[in-house]
């Protein structure tokens, strides 16, 4: 009995899933502990990790979500990733498109999408990110994580898994 109980202390945090934070028209899965800003500058969320228990990350980490409409007529998830990776490296300089891949991503409401691994330069700071574009029928929805080199390297698979979470949903938009 000792047993089971120090096992189901131990492997009950690893199995618990956190709540997704809900958006206007999406959903998506922050890391433990990141702090969600929803509306700041017209983005309909930021999010980033907490000042006072990861000051580095604070200042590099930082993951934004924005919901773009869509006229079918006009574009399509290929014509919307090109539009997008031209309006990011205008504001960029050593703009390079390390990796693009196409996703089905999983769930009840799984839809296409592309994700992008960039590293480019803002002003003097070199950054590397992820970005998530989701074809969300009406609209698209685009998730962008960024981070320095180094700590985008180590955190390469816990962030990957945050953009990926990006899902479409109903448009009530609820705070976690």
């Not at 492997?11 to 206007?24: D, I, S, V």
């Not at 980490?61 to 924005?66: S, W």
């Not at 409409?69 to 300089?93: I, M, P, Q």
């Not at 574009?133 to 080199?149: M, Q, R, V």
Request: with cysteine; charged share 25%.
């Amino acid at each position: 009995m000792k047993t089971l109980l120090t096992w189901l202390c131990l492997c009950l945090p690893l199995l618990a899933q956190a709540a997704p934070t809900r958006g206007e028209g999406f959903s998506i899965e922050l890391p433990t502990g990141w702090q969600a800003q929803q509306g700041v500058m017209g983005v309909p969320l930021m999010a980033r990790p907490p000042k006072d228990s990861d000051p580095e990350g604070w200042g590099q980490d930082l993951l934004t979500v924005t919901r773009e409409a869509v006229d079918r007529r006009r574009t399509c998830l290929e014509g919307f990733t090109l539009r997008k990776l031209g309006e990011l490296s205008y504001h960029a300089a050593a703009f390079e498109k390390l990796e693009q891949v196409a996703l089905d991503l999983p769930a009840k409401n799984g839809r296409p999408a592309t994700l992008l691994t960039l590293r480019y330069r803002e002003g003097p700071r070199e950054l590397m990110a992820y970005v998530l574009i989701l074809d969300a029928g009406s609209h698209f929805l685009t998730a962008t994580l960024t981070s320095s080199p180094a700590r985008f390297e180590f955190q390469r698979a816990r962030f990957r898994t945050v953009v990926e979470s990006l899902r479409r949903a109903s448009s009530r938009a609820t705070r976690r």
